[in-house]
């Protein structure tokens, strides 16, 4: 079975940095794309970064220029560094792994963390 946790949620005020961590554990063969996702109360859940399998990332409009996504392939852990934070990026930061196989025959799925919580004091 696969496992995400996230870390490095908190209490920043504006204007600072967070970096948020994902770590994948369990059986992993491979998978498509990494995201990040956030969902504000009331508010729906909403796609922040993605990097694919081949590293390549892409930003939602509202974080562009302040976020960025990484990944360490050896420790199967994905990072949000996120700067220059407002306060309208209060959200609860979930992680996602898409098309993950855990075999070479498996079907692929997607896998979620319980996410981490963000809030940003103004």
């Known amino acids: 079975q696969v496992q995400l946790v996230e870390s490095g949620g908190g209490l920043v005020q504006a204007g600072g940095s967070l970096r948020l961590s994902c770590v994948a554990s369990?059986?992993?063969?491979?998978?498509?794309?990494v995201n990040w996702y956030r969902q504000a109360p009331g508010k729906q859940r909403e796609l922040a970064a993605t990097?694919?399998?081949?590293?390549?990332?892409s930003y939602a409009d509202f974080v562009k220029g302040r976020f960025t996504i990484s990944r360490d392939n050896a420790e199967n852990t994905v990072y949000l560094q996120m700067n220059s934070l407002k306060p309208e990026d209060t959200a609860v930061y979930y992680c996602?792994?898409?098309?993950?196989?855990?075999?070479?025959?498996?079907?692929?799925?997607?896998?979620w963390g319980k996410g981490t919580l963000v809030t940003v004091s103004s």
């Open positions: 996602n792994f898409g098309g993950l196989r855990t075999t070479r025959i498996t079907f692929p799925r997607d896998y």
């Open positions: 369990g059986n992993i063969f491979s998978f498509n794309v």
């Open positions: 990097i694919t399998s081949s590293g390549r990332t």
